[in-house]
């Protein structure tokens, strides 16, 4: 059971947009910035969206995360057959641990 | 370019050791704070350990307290992980990855804990 809530899945056809939430407490989101990772199969996970709404350097603006009060979410348009990944959102507990979601497998269709 | 190179996974028995080791090169490590960060089989990904760049300041997983010590040697440009009483959850892949929100991750290493 993860402290971040995700949904295990998300879909959408090439070019759509898809928007993936995650939802923590005033302990954590409510807290503290959130922050979303991308893993393709078989790889490490990358940095994706850092500080809320930042971009590191090369990631496309067609990524983009907003938070309110205790919960994130990480919007993707023109989705692309390369955007098939899993997904998930952290953030930084009051507890001083790190808590990640479990996770949200993108399908394109 | 940033580069993180994980080693010292392998197979070891309920109750055994394991010391991880993660290389750091492109960058100053002594300037960053590190984490440990983990991923059973097809699992999701759970945060581990972290250690500030002076080693000040550290912290744990309760899955972890008391059995795992994160420490550093900037001179070395290396972070580690000492794994003890290891238990069959503890099987993993095991990524070290860089500051509070890991801007870079290595490629991980597996450890396996079977007997």
């Known amino acids: 059971q993860s402290v971040l809530t995700q949904p295990p899945s998300a879909s959408g056809t090439p070019g759509q947009r898809v928007t993936i939430s995650c939802s923590g407490s005033?302990?954590?989101?409510?807290?503290?910035?959130v922050n979303w990772y991308q893993q393709l199969p078989g790889t490490a996970p990358k940095l994706l969206i850092y500080?809320?709404?930042q971009r590191p350097s090369g990631v496309p603006d067609r990524f983009s995360g907003s938070k309110s009060g205790t919960s994130a979410s990480l919007a993707i348009s023109g989705l692309q057959s390369e955007d098939e990944a899993d997904y998930y959102c952290?953030?930084?507990?009051?507890?001083?641990?790190?808590?990640f979601g479990g996770g949200t497998k993108l399908t394109v269709l | 370019e940033v580069q993180l190179v994980e080693s010292g996974g392998g197979l070891v028995q309920p109750g055994g050791s394991l010391r991880l080791s993660c290389a750091a090169s492109?960058?100053?490590?002594?300037?960053?704070?590190m984490n440990w960060v983990r991923q059973a089989p097809g699992r999701g990904l759970e945060w581990v350990s972290y250690?500030?760049?002076?080693?000040?300041?550290?912290y744990y997983a309760d899955s972890v307290k008391g059995r795992f010590t994160i420490s550093r040697d900037n001179a070395k440009n290396s972070l580690y992980l000492q794994m003890n009483s290891l238990r069959d959850e503890d099987t993993a892949v095991y990524y070290c990855?860089?500051?509070?929100?890991?801007?870079?991750w290595g490629q991980g290493t597996l450890v396996t804990v079977s007997s």
């Open positions: 990855a860089r500051k509070t929100f890991f801007d870079y």
């Open positions: 492109g960058f100053n490590l002594s300037s960053y704070s």
């Open positions: 250690i500030t760049n002076s080693s000040r300041t550290i």
């Open positions: 005033s302990s954590n989101i409510g807290s503290n910035t």
């Open positions: 500080s809320n709404n």
């Open positions: 952290a953030a930084w507990d009051v507890s001083l641990k790190g808590v």
